[in-house]
């Protein structure tokens, strides 16, 4: 994809603040995160760090796509678009981002539940494993042209896909239903938020074989992954961030130090 469609003053600029967008809310979400970490009892805190860590990793890739973006194109005054540089606009780095992000976010919800070690190790790993799975097939078929070779890798990326919805629906539902009454609208929130922000992927992906023009494709598909990787990043973790203050709320535990649970003395 080394042509760059002609955009129109609107499409490009759309485009470059919705990267924009992307960069600050990735900021503000790793930030806040990583105060709340002191608002949670210590069991959760590894998920909160994690939390906070999965949008300080693509602040950086926003950053980069931004750049790349800005250097893809030049304006021309005389028919008011945008068109190629003749620089390379690297969109690579949305599949580095995923590769790290994808597997924190699952291990991030598995965390915040605060199951027994074994459980919690041996879910987490599973989740993880498949989610750099589904990222690593389906980048052939990204950066493919021909169609047969991109809805093979479609194909075989939707297989860890569809099993961690599975996993989340199935084994993960039993342990939702072990935690305190208080805490499990909760935990259904973040898993819903996972399954209905994550589908926006595998569709996106097919946005150009669709048959939406080259410009109105390539506008689509980075304004949608933004607004898409804020809600799955930034979204998912607040609902995460509200699972462990519930947890630590049932655990009896609360920030100023005085478990709620022991009775004072007097
Ligand atoms: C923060 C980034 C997130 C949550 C990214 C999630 C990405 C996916 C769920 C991607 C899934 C894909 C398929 C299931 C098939 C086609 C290829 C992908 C990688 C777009």
Known sequence: MLERPELSLFEYQFVANMLSFGIAAMFAGAIFFLFARNLVAPKYRLSMLITAIVPAIAFYHYYRIYESWNTAYTFNPASGTYTGS??????AYRYMDWLLTVPLLTTE???????????????SIKLAVAAALMIVLGYPGEIADALGIKMLFWSLSMIPFLYILYILFTEFTKY?????????????????????????YPI???????GLSSAQGEVFLQVGYSVADVLAKVGFGVVVYYICHSKSVADGWSPDGLATAVPKVA
Request: glycine share 4%.
């Open 204 to 210: 996106a992906f097919l946005f150009p074989i669709i």
């Open 86 to 91: 003749g620089a390379v606009f690297n969109d």
């Open 109 to 123: 919800l598995v965390l915040s539940l605060g199951l027994a070690a074994a459980i919690a190790r041996s879910l």
């Open 176 to 200: 939702i239903q072990e935690q305190p009454a208080s805490v499990q609208p909760a935990i259904k929130l973040a898993r819903t938020t996972l399954l209905i922000t994550w589908f926006f």
